[in-house]
């Protein structure tokens, strides 16, 4: 079973380079590693999460997004490079400057890049398991799909 | 008993009739619908989010934001500061995925609801608690259980009874809570009471059609302001993909509960105008606080919110344990990288709490049926000077109850106090940017009033100028409560369909 419910077909909105990057990015701001998981289920988080979003946040995000990797490192380190030219402890330098940044805007970058760290890495079930928390009990549905509840509860209710 | 009808099953235009439609399957929506079905009457249910059931509800955050809430649980109301919002979008609305705590609304909280005569004498307090206790009942509300509180609603309950402040256990909408605290996932073990396990189910085996994943457009009003129908169409909210039209036609009226962000772009898209429409927008926008102790606490093991106090209700601030979902709770904790990783790691010995402020703020609202909607609202001073002192009140209940730290989550202020250094907290900045907000009680966007120039319903929750056509969700409320809005919206949601039943 994979870590997440799987998407349906032609489901996926960023293309592979796109999700691999902004992986890059949530697993510098979390560490599945550290939390005994693993990149894989973050590049299939990404997939799933962009392709959800209503189309105007997604292009949003994905241009904050492209920002950061390209422009970051030379205005908060002043290195030329992309944020994946970065080694680790400088990944987490500007990271940090962006997490505690004076300016509210950048400073709610930085919250939000922590939430979709959070959501991709504490929501693997082999990182969920480390922290003690139950894995999930069965597979879920796909995304897209819906499910009959009324047979669920039928002499349940009222 | 009807099935639930999607986007799966319809492959035409559909037009049907009813007696009276309802928009919107949530807690103003299900407990009008369910009272007039009770009373014989023909109702066709529309809702714009799908069904949900036992296999939707994991473990896993992600899932249940991408189903099951509004813009997948990131809208925001912006002004000064960025304030997350969040509604259920499922059959059931929010009470899906909501923590089920039940208020009747005490005596205080209700003259100031009802400052204005007019609507206090359409909605009597003692109307409402039969309501309330039918609604008891059908939704079963119960106390949590000591065995299934678990040590992160114990925790500061021992706290604040050293400091001789009063808590409370809440009273929840559960029928044989197992303590999963996974309520804002949707509950595994189907015991939270949400609309869709009672109200829903019971006013369909009474012949009440219910269309999910239907997204009402307009409601259709002749020419002399009659509400006739609504019209929309099928749309997966999911995936964004579009099915059939549809039209019902309503033979005596319509009833809008689709919440009160959505309330105003429904009635604009519907041509309905009046100046107030999206204004006088309120909310109990809170905070959280995370206390780090010794021992294991494992909040997580437990009802999702089962302790509060109100012993400083007069303060328009209200406590609460509330098991925030550890993926979201993990970008409040100090640090990025290694660093937050270490910190997450803790997270067994951390609580979860907040605080609720009844904030004085008006915001407005702007939505269109479909869309994201454009919240501003920005909080006023005195409101964060009393979710600054809440937040050390609640930081001086974590202390008696053994915390070595706390976590304040204000910017400026070291991310962890130790326990002698909580009155920093009382120093912080008023700045509404330097806090991290959420807000769930959402009230007031077409305000209740007994002038046509001071609201835009009337005290029975009518919109002004038009005729079989109500609203009973928060929208019409003269103000915000103090208290969770969950048992006042259903009751006065029931309060309108006795009058429509009366009519
Ligand atoms: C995480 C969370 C926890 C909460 N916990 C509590 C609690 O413990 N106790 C409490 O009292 N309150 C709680 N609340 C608040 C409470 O759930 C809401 O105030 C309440 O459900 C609002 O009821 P409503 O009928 O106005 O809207 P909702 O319950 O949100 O229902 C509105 C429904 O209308 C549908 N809709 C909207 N537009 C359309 C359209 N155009 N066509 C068709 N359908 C449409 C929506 O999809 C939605 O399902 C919580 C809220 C949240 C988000
Ligand atoms: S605490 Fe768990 S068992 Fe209880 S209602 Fe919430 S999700 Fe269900």
Known sequence: MGAWPPAPAGFRAWPAPVRARVSVLLTAVLPPEELGG???????????????????????????????????????????????????????????????????????????????????????????????????????PPLGAHVRWDEDIEGLGR | MTEIVTIEHVSTDIVEDADYVVVGSGAGGASAAWRLVEAGCDVAMLEEGPPVG???????????????????????AVGRSMISMLQGRVVGGTTVVNSAIAWRVPEPAYERWSFDPAV??????????????????????TPTALPIAGRGNTLPAQGAERLGWKGKVMNRFTRGCLGAGRCQQGCPNLAKQSTALNLIPAAMRKGMRVYATALVERVELDATGRAIGVAGRFRDPTLRR?????????????????????????????GF?????????????????????????????????????????????KFEVVNVPLEINAARFPGVGRELARNVARMSHAGSW???????????????????????????????????????????????????????????????????EIDRILDASLDPRHYTMVATHLFGTARAAASEDAGVCDPQFRPWGTRNLWVTDSSPFPRNLGVNPQFMIQATAMQVAEKILGA
């Open chain 1, 38 to 140: 693993t990149t894989d289920p973050v590049e299939d988080f990404v997939g799933g999460f962009a392709a959800t979003l209503p189309p105007a946040r997604r292009a949003a995000i994905r241009f904050g997004l492209d920002l950061l990797w390209l422009l970051a490192p030379l205005v908060l380190l002043g290195r030329t490079a992309t944020f994946g030219g970065l080694t680790q402890d400088e990944r987490e330098r500007l990271l940090e400057r962006i997490a505690y940044s004076k300016l509210y805007p950048i400073r709610v970058l930085g919250l939000m890049l922590k939430s979709f760290a959070g959501l991709a890495v504490i929501g693997d079930p082999a990182v969920r398991r480390g922290l003690g928390i139950d894995p999930p009990t069965g597979p879920l």
């Open chain 2, 54 to 76: 036992l296999p939707d509800f994991g473990t896993q955050m992600f899932p249940a934001m991408a189903k099951m809430y509004r813009d997948n649980g990131m809208e925001a």
């Open chain 2, 120 to 141: 206090r004498a359409s909605f009597p307090l003692e109307d409402l608690h039969k309501h309330w206790d039918v609604l008891d009942e059908m939704m079963c509300v």
């Open chain 2, 242 to 270: 579009d099915g059939p039209r549809f039209r019902i036609r309503a033979n005596k009226g319509v009833v809008l509960a689709p919440g009160c962000i959505q309330l105003p772009g429904l009635l604009h898209a519907s």
């Open chain 2, 273 to 317: 105008r009046h100046r107030l429409l999206g204004e006088h927008f309120q909310a109990h926008p809170g905070a959280g606080l995370v206390p780090f102790f010794t021992d294991e606490v494992k909040y997580w093991e437990g009802a999702t919110q089962g302790w509060e106090t109100d012993h400083f209700a007069d303060e328009g601030v």
């Open chain 2, 354 to 420: 907040g605080v609720l402020v009844r904030m004085e703020a008006e915001g407005s609202v702007r939505s269109r049926p479909g869309r994201s909607a454009r919240v501003k609202f920005t909080p006023l001073e005195d409101d964060m000077r009393r979710l600054r002192r809440a937040l050390h009140n609640f930081a001086k209940i974590a202390v008696e109850a053994g915390a070595v730290q706390v976590m304040p989550g204000i910017y400026g202020l070291p991310p962890l106090l130790e326990r002698d």
